[in-house]
């Protein structure tokens, strides 16, 4: 979709429109529970063992400001590249990156009231929801590319017409799936907690299967351009252009951010097995080494390769009181009329301006 001559994601409007679902579907949990639930002990005594204590722990102001900065820094310098390179169908990118600040940023609340339901609620869902638009920029990375290289041809399994478009939305399926487990799951029964759990589950493996056959189609793409179209290959550095702006750069960078969403989502699917109350979940430390990380890893990668430097818009075309302004020499160059100004110069009449009056 196109306004004013500027290109927006087709996953930007979802994803704004699932979000504010979620967030009216958990408002009546959050009232049931109430933002400071009564408890009996000290809650910074012992947060492990505190009941009331979703986190299990308290948060890390020192870890949630480098983690908060870094993203928000992320989301900045994607911001002015945008505006430098254009590429505005990378809006979702982002967006998802704000959201997923605010998420962490969710977390000074929980340091200082780690009782909060609340505030956990609103955490974890932006923190775990919020990537899906990292995995949707991924989605319309690779669909540009292969339109840019012209290798629709070597594309397998979906057609290269609708890689994009098949992939967008069941990411927005899988997408809804979790938030319709985290709405349920945030219900004051312990019956609609564990269903709400397998809900979110199902959502996660859905969306790991997807990017996974995504990732495959990537890794079969460029292997079969290597083998078949070794001019597209190398054409960039047979060009002189230095390995910045060589496309495979932009292609390497597509594989490290793959790799760091599969291992987000093998983390969230292994956390989720066991539950909100988990081992795994209730481990600060793997919630930044095994989430954060990787997907801030697979985010930061486009501040050095940015997709608007390799993959340009087309041009607008020009009127026609564009092309040629009045007063200007018109040069007539092919057809006709450039032939027969060509034969008549062979006779020796001299040369010929032609102007546009």
């Not at 967006?95 to 609340?118: I, K, Q, W």
């Not at 967008?168 to 979790?178: A, G, R």
């Not at 034969?343 to 009056?357: C, D, K, L, N």
């Amino acid at each position: 979709m196109t306004s004013g001559g500027r290109q927006h994601a087709p996953c930007l409007i979802d994803f704004k429109r699932a979000l504010g679902c979620l967030l009216l579907a958990a408002r009546p949990a959050l009232a049931a529970r109430g933002d400071n639930p009564p408890h009996v002990a000290d809650p910074f005594a012992d947060p492990k063992d505190d009941p009331y204590n979703p986190l299990g722990y308290i948060a890390s102001n020192t870890l949630t400001t480098i983690a908060f900065d870094l993203v928000l820094v992320t989301a900045i310098a994607h911001a002015v590249s945008m505006w430098k390179w254009r590429a505005w169908w990378l809006t979702c990118l982002i967006v998802g990156e704000l959201t997923f600040a605010f998420g962490l940023g969710c977390r000074y609340a929980l340091h200082n009231t780690p009782d909060s339901r609340g505030w956990y609620i609103l955490e974890y869902l932006f923190v775990i929801l919020s990537p899906c638009a990292f995995i949707a920029a991924d989605y319309i990375i690779l669909g540009r590319l292969v339109r840019h290289l012209g290798c629709e041809r070597h594309l397998r399994i979906v057609p290269p017409h609708r890689i994009t478009l098949f992939f967008i939305l069941s990411d927005i399926v899988t997408f809804l799936i979790q938030a319709a487990g985290g709405g349920i799951s945030s219900g004051t029964s312990a019956t609609s907690g564990k269903i709400g759990t397998k809900i979110f589950l199902v959502g996660l493996i859905l969306q790991l299967v997807s990017f996974f056959t995504f990732t495959s189609i990537f890794v079969i793409f460029l292997l079969r351009i290597r083998k078949h179209e070794p001019a597209i290959w190398t054409r960039d550095r047979d060009a002189g252009k230095t390995l910045f702006w060589d496309w495979r750069a932009l292609a390497i960078a597509l594989a490290i951010s793959c790799v760091g969403i599969l291992i987000r989502s093998v983390f969230r699917i292994a956390e989720m097995s066991q539950g909100f109350g988990g081992a795994i979940a209730r481990n600060e430390g793997l919630f930044y080494g095994f989430d954060t990380l990787p997907l801030f890893i697979a985010v930061v990668v486009w501040a050095v390769v940015w997709p608007g430097r390799f993959i340009r818009a087309p041009p607008k075309p020009k009127a026609v009181d564009e092309e040629v302004t009045a007063g200007q020499p018109m040069e007539l160059v092919g057809g006709p009329i450039q032939a027969s100004l060509d034969s008549y110069e062979a006779q020796g009449s001299g040369a010929i301006m032609v102007h546009h009056r």
